[in-house]
């Protein structure tokens, strides 16, 4: 197979990486736009996808400088009661895997709007947040969860050291780890932070979501598609060492790690066994990522000969969550008002605005039983169960409305 050099370094390793996918040109996913006028000047960078052939980590070629990314963030976890139920176990799961209490501190690494340091406060353990986006960290400051409005950086985790005396017992990072372009000083942030004995935990879309045909993962916010082989790489860079794993349900596959400094707990069988699986599935080679392009071009002409179909026998269809995944997809199948009537979106913030490319116009849920589409494209496929026992939307499927779910495959249910 032909490959590209592009000329540019793998973040972790430093080793020249290969594009293996494309999503052309793209706007920011957080970017929402407040009127018509906007649409015009809206600003798209080149998305695209590329493989580093010494340590197998996945990265996204061009990124959008940070301070454009989090001024005016939209998202704000509390939104779903799928998420906060998440929060719920993962406070009482790791406070008791990691024997925290009174004592203890926990950091949270982008942290949000506080949700899930609160589940862990409410068990008696001390918090505190870092989260850039400074809208959403006051939200969190004013709940009582005291939270550091900056990005996270071995400067600010050397300055926490000295000047606040912080060492955590428990670091973690949910869907942070993909996030961070400057990841190596990162993870150096995150052994200057722990205790001797204290564990690093983080979790985020795993790797496998990719070769699984769930390419709307991909936005330029999310630096990295991580593998264990990678992650390890990574971490041994930092003099630190992985020693369990797990694989949760969040964002249609994720991966939960625990890190801690090299030599402080024995590492457990499943490690090696999850490397052994990547072995074996190729996440080490470039062909098995090289393999997404045809994969995803199937999906775009299902989902676009479903469309039209319905657009031809006079039936009406409308899309459901503007989130990150909606966005991606929208924009790279090219589905605007030609195809979707409207999208609907609980999250208030996103309410009124028009949507980054597609410029679809973002209703409440509500919208749905007083226009009575035929159809309701799911784009938080990962959500879908949740979607469709939705109260808001019960008449409306007794009447004979139908969802269309399109990842990993398009189908009608
Ligand atoms: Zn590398």
Request: hydrophobic share 40%; net charge negative; charged share 25%.
């Amino acid at each position: 197979m032909s490959v590209s050099i592009i000329g540019m370094n793998c973040r972790s390793c430093k080793t020249e990486i290969v594009e293996f996918f494309s999503l052309g040109q793209m706007p920011s996913i957080n970017v929402f736009l407040k009127k018509e006028e906007e649409f015009s000047g809206e600003k798209k960078y080149n998305l695209s996808v590329g493989f580093c052939p010494k340590c197998s980590l996945v990265q996204i070629i061009d990124t959008i400088p940070p301070k454009d990314l989090f001024v005016d963030y939209v998202y704000f976890s509390a939104v779903s009661t799928h998420f906060l139920e998440h929060c719920k176990e993962n406070a009482a799961e790791l406070t008791k895997k990691l024997n925290l209490g009174k004592e203890s501190l926990i950091l949270e690494i982008a942290s949000n709007d506080g949700s899930q340091l609160q589940c862990f406060k409410d068990l008696g353990v001390s918090v505190l947040g870092v989260d850039p986006a400074k809208n959403i960290a006051k939200v969190a400051n004013e709940k009582g969860i005291k939270t550091i409005d900056e990005f996270f950086s071995y400067d600010l985790a050397k300055k926490l050291k000295e000047e606040q005396n912080v060492q955590a017992d428990l670091i973690f990072g949910a869907n942070v780890l993909a996030h961070v372009e400057g990841i190596t000083d990162f993870v150096k942030g995150v052994k200057e932070l722990l205790k001797p004995q204290g564990t690093a935990v983080f979790e985020f879309p795993y790797v496998r979501g990719l070769v699984e045909n769930k390419f709307d993962v991909i936005y330029h916010e999310h630096v990295f598609y991580y593998s264990l082989l990678a992650l390890r790489e990574l971490f041994k860079g930092a003099d630190l060492e992985i020693y369990d794993v797990k694989m949760t349900p969040m964002q249609g596959g994720s991966l939960m790690f625990f890190a801690s400094h090299t030599g402080a707990f024995p590492i457990h069988q499943n490690v090696q066994d999850l490397i052994t699986k990547e072995i074996e599935s190729g996440f080490d080679k470039l062909e098995t990522y090289q393999k997404m392009n045809e994969n995803v071009m199937g999906i775009k002409k299902d989902l676009l000969d479903l469309l039209v179909k319905i657009k031809g026998e006079g039936k009406k269809v409308v899309a459901y969550s503007a989130s990150a995944k909606g966005t991606v997809l929208l924009n790279y199948f090219g589905i605007n008002s030609n195809y979707i009537n409207f999208i609907v979106d609980k999250a208030k913030a996103k309410q009124g605005l028009y949507t980054p490319g597609t410029h679809l116009l973002v209703y409440p849920p509500e919208k749905i039983s007083e226009e009575k589409p035929d159809y309701v494209l799911i784009l938080c496929w990962n959500l879908a169960d949740e979607v469709m026992e939705m109260q808001e939307l019960k008449n409306w499927r007794q009447d004979g409305g139908k969802f269309i779910i399109p990842i990993p495959e398009v189908k009608v249910v």
